[in-house]
């Protein structure tokens, strides 16, 4: 590979992939951390809204403990208690029973809520058991309260259906309630959840050991619950919430995945570009090459037969020559080379109008086989002296046509000039017309040097002169195929070449009849 194809293909990677590798990894990178950034959001929003629930439960309680105080506060007969709580009951239906007594035990009182009608004991020995198993707690309640902290606790109990909590009361005395796990659920605590969780939230409360919902805003699915928190006041039932929807990881998920593609579609179309671009920019600088090979191929092309003419010129205008023979075969030698000259130049100028899109071509009734008989008088004597065998098989049955002689004569000649150059020590060239499935088809063919298979594709590009063996030393413009088929494709015809390296070549002019 030749140094400034090499660096091309070094900016072309710095220019695409490099880039394209840089902007992924940002993006792998800056997805990673907005995917964190947004699940901690996310987290912390959902731990809130888990705090408020329970923030919530812990003032209904303590404003519960208020009405409590109320309903005991002054001296009230025992009728008058009963239809306080009987109030108080039909309110707070979660609250089963009440039991308040004094650390010393002596001085009891326990409301029943049965079935909203409150029934007062003054003891209660289920209670005091409890009580006496919760001590330690009861005294640190006591000095919480004294700093001037009212804490409500949840007791252990063996009962599934209800809760009990204990709290100080008025200072001196303490309270144990049990409530209803239910009903403080559905009755109390749902309506704050619906309110939090809106359309955005499913909220479900479950029982941590069974896995049973208790509620639920939404029928949700356990498995799928992102953030789950103890229900303070009830430590055997969880709260969990799940985002309604998609969830945050299958947002950000679904955010990369669109960005991976993007970016594997945007390396794909810069390859592709990459490759366009490498290709025409190694296009343009073999052409670059090839147009100053064909510029010392040209001077060389012309200088050659100048000096032969100049050199017979002269010698025959000095009378140098005596003999009649010796002089013909100057004139010979000016006149083939002034002809070889004039094809040259002819050739550059039919190119050039070729590329400036002015070749002309004058179609009129032709028979291919007076064409090539013309050129095979011309040039039969010329190669015979080179010592070729030149040989001319015309077909017998061959239509006139409609075509441009000239130009279908100078392709030929071209394809001539080529067999005889490339011969090297096999001089032997056929010329044959044909008609076959509808085509006129002029064949020549020589036993020369042949084209290997990769020339093949590329010798009827402008200047392209295959680079090896015999080649380098026979000297042309490159032109000469790049005409045939511009002839050829103006007839609307095809040329076949059938090749081998060291055996020879065949190209073949395939001329419609139908369309000439
Ligand atoms: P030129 O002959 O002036 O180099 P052409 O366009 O006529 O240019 O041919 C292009 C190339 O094709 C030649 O340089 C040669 O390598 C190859 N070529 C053409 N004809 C033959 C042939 N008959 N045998 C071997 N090689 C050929």
Known sequence: MSKPIKKIILILILITILPVVFFTSLQVTSLNNDEKIISDIYKNQLESILFSVNQYSEDLVNSWLKNIETVLSGNKTEADL?????????????????????????????????????????????????????????????????????????????????????????????????????????????????????????????????????????TADLNRIQQREKIWLIPGYKLGILLKGRTIEGLVNERLYTNLISIVGLLLLMIVVGWYGYRNIKKEIELAQIKSDFVSNVSHELRTPLALISMFAETLEMNRVKSEVKKQEYYGIISHESNRLSRIVNSILSFSQIEAGKKKYNFAEVNLNDVVSKIFETYNYHL????????????????????????????????????????????????????????????????????????????????????????????????????????????????ELQSETGKGSSFRLLFPIKNL
């Open 82 to 218: 009963k239809k306080e709580f009987k109030m108080f009951f039909n309110q707070t239906t979660a609250v089963k029973e009440i039991f308040i007594s004094d650390s010393s035990f002596s001085d009891q009182l326990t409301v029943k809520n049965i079935n909203k009608v409150p029934e007062l004991y003054s003891q209660n020995e289920g209670m005091l058991k409890i009580a006496n198993d919760n001590r330690t707690l009861l005294n640190r309640l006591y000095k919480y309260y004294n700093s001037g902290f009212q804490k409500i606790e949840p007791l252990q109990s063996s009962n599934q259906n209800i809760q009990y909590l204990m709290f100080i009361f008025e200072g001196k005395k303490f309270c144990i309630a049990g409530i209803d796990k239910g009903i403080f659920i559905r009755q109390n605590l749902s309506s704050k959840i619906q309110g939090i969780a809106k359309d955005q939230f499913m909220a479900v409360v479950y029982d941590s050991v069974t896995n049973s919902k208790i509620y639920e805003n939404e």
């Open 384 to 495: 015979a002296n080179k010592g070729f065998a030149f040989r001319f098989e015309p077909s017998n049955d061959l239509p006139e046509v409609k075509g441009d002689g000239e130009a279908i004569s100078e392709a030929v000649i071209n394809l001539i000039d080529n067999a005889v150059k490339y011969s090297g020590e096999n001089k032997q060239v056929f010329v044959r017309t044909k008609n076959e499935n509808g085509f006129i088809v002029i064949e020549v063919e020589d036993r020369g040097i042949g084209i290997s298979k990769p020339d093949q594709q590329k010798i009827f590009d402008k200047f392209y002169r295959a680079s090896k063996g015999l080649v380098h030393n026979t000297k042309g413009t490159g032109l000469g195929l790049t005409l045939v088929k511009h002839i050829v494709d103006a007839h609307k015809g095809k040329i």
